[in-house]
């Protein structure tokens, strides 16, 4: 299918979110017309950053409330576009048959549209790692785009915290499918790692998790990671992913169905993390944070066989580099800019060393 022509006419969901946030402006950036998607355009704590987008004085930016729960809500919103970014969150990835109806949603607003040409549809690494059963990392440690979390494990379940990635796979499966059947439009797959960067407005602090635990780090506590127990942060830059999305509406070199993972192949163990806040930042005087581990006595006592499972991995992004041309930042530099906007943007206050 024809990928986006320069220029045109994007809506990008979740926009007021920390990745979309960054799709929508590098998309003005690049002289796109946007049509940002947001639950309700009227809510100043999560919008005023995207109307102080110069784009939006001039109306190349427009806001649109839309949630995503409602059939029919991006009907009038696709209309003219050629390209979706398709960002947000859902309201649950617990009931499959709730996340199937929304992505339904939002394959028949793309389907009326009889414009669109090409959909983004932002997946996750967890639909490419994350295991019920964590020996299946030993037996297949390759993390790539064709690596799939075992399907078979009768336990793979939402009720056992893998509805996150059980959904993500579904809607990645369920645009592939809708798109090939239009025959008109192509869905092409992003599995950002963990995100780290800038947020643009204070509300994005909270979510993440990445940025948020980084905030908890400058406020004196932060907890192991518990999305893989004892995994270091598998990290990307959230300007890269955002970069990724609009490459991928751009490119030529994919094919409906394809997912891409958007990684840098860096990791860093959360404790590391912390650590390096004072050496990239040593101005702040930042003290330090103590270390949370919220894990229970059984599964502390596996921590050196977690990290060696995890340390073993293979992380790859070879196929993103090559079809796509992406370069990655370094994950100082996220961690530098995510800090100095907590600080400039949230006014986050860091604990200091007496004197500072
Ligand atoms: N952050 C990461 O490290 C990471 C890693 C892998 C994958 N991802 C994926 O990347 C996407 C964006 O993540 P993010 O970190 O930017 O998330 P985020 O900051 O939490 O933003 C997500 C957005 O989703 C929107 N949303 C939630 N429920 C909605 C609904 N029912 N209808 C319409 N909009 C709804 C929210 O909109 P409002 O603010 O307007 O209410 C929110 O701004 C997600 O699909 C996530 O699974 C993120």
Not at 136 to 162: A, C, I, M, S, T
Not at 213 to 236: C, D, H, S
């Amino acid at each position: 299918m024809a990928p986006m022509p320069r220029g045109g006419t994007v809506a990008v969901t979740g926009s007021a979110g920390f990745i979309g946030g960054w799709v929508v402006r590098q998309l003005l950036d690049k002289g796109y017309r946007v049509r940002a998607c947001v639950r309700d355009a009227n809510d100043e704590s999560k919008t005023t950053f995207l109307k102080a987008m110069p784009g939006y004085a001039s109306g190349r930016l427009t806001l649109h409330s839309a949630d995503l729960d409602e059939a029919g809500c991006f009907d009038e919103i696709f209309k003219g576009c050629q390209g979706v970014a398709h960002l947000s969150h859902v309201s649950t990835y617990d009931d499959l048959d709730y996340v199937k109806m929304v992505c339904d949603h939002v394959i028949n607003s793309v389907n009326l549209s009889e414009s669109v040409n090409r959909v983004i549809v932002t997946s996750s690494i967890a639909a490419v790692i994350s295991e019920q059963d964590i020996q299946e990392l030993v037996r297949r440690p390759v993390l790539y785009e064709d690596r799939y979390p075992d399907e078979l494990n009768p336990k793979r379940l939402p009720e056992r915290g893998q509805g996150y990635s059980m959904g993500k796979v579904l809607a990645e499966r369920a645009f592939a499918e809708a798109a090939e059947a239009s025959g008109r439009w192509d869905a092409i797959t992003c599995c950002p790692g963990d995100n780290v960067g800038p947020i643009q407005s204070t509300h994005q602090k909270n979510f993440g998790p990445w940025q948020h635990n980084i905030e908890t780090m400058l406020l004196g506590k932060y907890t192991q990671n518990v999305i893989g127990a004892y995994r270091p942060w598998f990290t990307v830059d959230v300007r890269d992913v955002a970069e990724a999305h609009i490459r991928m509406l751009e490119s030529v070199n994919v094919e409906n169905g394809q997912r891409f993972i958007a990684w840098s192949t860096e990791t860093r163990n959360v404790e590391d993390i912390c650590a390096s806040i004072d050496r990239l930042l040593p101005e702040l005087g930042f003290a330090g944070a103590e270390l949370i581990d919220p894990f229970p006595e059984k599964v502390r006592a596996k921590e050196a066989k977690f990290r060696a499972i995890w340390g073993g991995c293979e992380l790859r992004n070879d196929r993103i580099r090559e079809a796509l041309g992406m370069e990655f930042r370094t994950l100082d530099v996220s961690i530098r800019d995510c800090v100095e906007s907590l600080i400039a943007v949230a006014k986050v206050e860091p604990v200091r060393r007496p004197g500072y």
